[in-house]
């Protein structure tokens, strides 16, 4: 079945350092991709839209400078939290459509900033 | 705008009872997707299914069967039987579709605590 992996499963940085965040289609390709962020017992917030070959589009009240998203194949977009601090802590979760009108989320990373 | 509302917020149950977790959804839509994810304590999204508004046909999978009724813009999940393994926090959200990837609205979950 259609495979999504996230690496690292789970990081701790100390504030002011970048992390990045690697999503990968595993058995299909994926011209796009969704990163979500959860806090603790709460829902799923879509951060932004990876766009294979072009520019991300973020939603509404996401930092695109602090959050670089860069999608440069059909099967890896890799999220960047720039200058992290310890707001930025969080789950951070990918996913992609496998076929249309699905998607496939990858395993998450957890980010504790210091 | 969509919205998805998952009213309960926990629900216990002991194992081998029924539990039916709600969800109503919101949209102006004439056209849309429902799905339901499984998160257990793991943290890793699993999913479980995806209904065309078209279809209002309900669903059963083995111990699991979902109810979508249109006229009250709910799409109810029930798990037969419970058991342990099924504790985890439930996420019910809603999608445009475009033929593509959509973007989903999830709703807030339920968590689901299943006993001995």
């Known amino acids: 079945g259609a495979v999504v992996s996230q690496h690292p499963s789970r990081v701790i940085c100390k504030s002011g350092t970048s992390v990045k965040i690697e999503c990968r289609s595993l058995d299909f390709q994926a011209t796009t991709m969704f990163w979500y962020r959860q806090f603790p017992k709460q829902s799923l917030m879509l951060m932004a839209t990876s766009n294979e070959g072009s520019k991300a589009t973020y939603e509404q009240g996401v930092e695109k400078d602090k959050f670089l998203i860069n999608h440069a194949s059909l099967t890896l977009s890799t999220l960047t939290v720039t200058s992290a601090h310890p707001e930025d802590s969080s789950f951070y979760i990918c996913s992609a459509p496998p076929y249309a009108d699905t998607q496939y989320f990858g395993p998450g990373t957890r980010l504790t900033v210091l | 705008a969509q919205k998805v509302t998952q009213a309960q917020t926990e629900i216990s149950v002991v194992e081998k009872e029924d539990v039916t977790l709600d969800c109503v959804y919101e949209t102006r839509d004439t056209t849309y997707y429902l799905f339901w994810y499984k998160q257990p304590p793991s943290g890793e999204l699993v999913f479980l299914i995806r209904r065309n508004s078209f279809d209002e046909q309900n669903e059963i999978s083995g111990r699991y069967s979902w109810n979508f009724q249109k006229s009250t813009s709910s799409f109810n999940f029930t798990i037969t039987a419970s058991q342990v393994v099924d504790s985890a926090v439930y996420f019910c959200?809603?999608?445009?579709?475009?033929?593509?990837?959509?973007?989903?609205?999830f709703g807030t979950g339920t968590r689901l605590q299943v006993t001995l």
């Open positions: 959200a809603l999608s445009p579709p475009t033929g593509t990837a959509s973007k989903l609205t």
